[in-house]
T-cell receptor, first 116, second 114 residues
Framework: AQKVTQAQTEISVVEKEDVTLDCVYETRDTTYYLFWYKQPPSGELVFLIRRNSFDEQNEISGRYSWNFQKSTSSFNFTITASQVVDSAVYFCALSEANTGRRALTFGSGTRLQVQP | GAGVSQSPSNKVTEKGKDVELRCDPISGHTALYWYRQSLGQGLEFLIYFQGNSAPDKSGLPSDRFSAERTGGSVSTLTIQRTQQEDSAVYLC????????????FGPGTRLTVL
């Protein structure tokens, strides 16, 4: 069965610090998809990124970057020069291609607090 | 274009009553999902609809929970004989049915069972 682990329950940083959110996943499928979502205090889940299992290329989008490593089953998320607006709960999620289930399996989330 | 909408935004009910939660997906999205988010259980999958295929109900926690999707668009999640442990935020998401496509979430319905 699939599983996503976000070991960091809560992280607190000061503005402008870099921060990395860890995500480790388990799956028996050979084709799968990984996601990061942001849930700000308003509550609505916001899609950030999707990677498929065949594409290990790291991605950068502004201050955000993602490091996908199949060898360690990890898909970590780094925020560079954090800002107060980055304060939110961040969820890593997984879906599988060959199990028939298209739904997302979420990690338990990491609450990031960025202090001014 | 509008995002996923859900109604009501908040629902308070008494234990034992039935409730209906509504979801309007993004236009053109053929896949629709229900999840719930609670303090103890995190984000859990409930049910998934895709076109005219039989829904994937594998996440429904009990037979008190059911959902339907009419005309391939709007969906209603029904909880019968609500219990206090049903209190949670119920989230709806939709996506284009391309394998592994991102899901877009609605604002949720916060259900409180007294």
């Amino acid at each position: 069965a699939q599983k996503v682990t976000q070991a960091q329950t809560e992280i607190s940083v000061v503005e402008k610090e870099d921060v990395t959110l860890d995500c480790v996943y388990e799956t028996r499928d050979t084709t799968y998809y990984l996601f990061w979502y942001k849930q700000p205090p308003s509550g609505e889940l916001v899609f950030l990124i999707r990677r498929n299992s065949f594409d290990e290329q790291n991605e950068i989008s502004g201050r955000y970057s993602w490091n996908f490593q199949k060898s360690t089953s990890s898909f970590n998320f780094t925020i560079t020069a954090s800002q107060v607006v980055d304060s939110a709960v961040y969820f890593c999620a997984l879906s599988e291609a060959n199990t028939g289930r298209r739904a997302l399996t979420f990690g338990s989330g990491t609450r990031l607090q960025v202090q001014p | 274009g509008a995002g996923v909408s859900q109604s009501p935004s908040n629902k308070v009910t008494e234990k034992g009553k039935d409730v209906e939660l509504r979801c309007d997906p993004i236009s053109g999205h053929t896949a629709l999902y229900w999840y719930r988010q609670s303090l103890g259980q995190g984000l859990e999958f409930l049910i998934y609809f895709q076109g005219n295929s039989a829904p994937d109900k594998s996440g429904l926690p009990s037979d008190r929970f059911s959902a339907e999707r009419t005309g391939g668009s709007v969906s209603t999640l029904t909880i019968q004989r609500t219990q206090q442990e049903d209190s949670a935020v119920y989230l709806c998401a939709s996506s284009r049915e391309i394998l592994g496509n991102e899901q877009f979430f609605g604002p949720g319905t916060r259900l409180t069972v007294l």
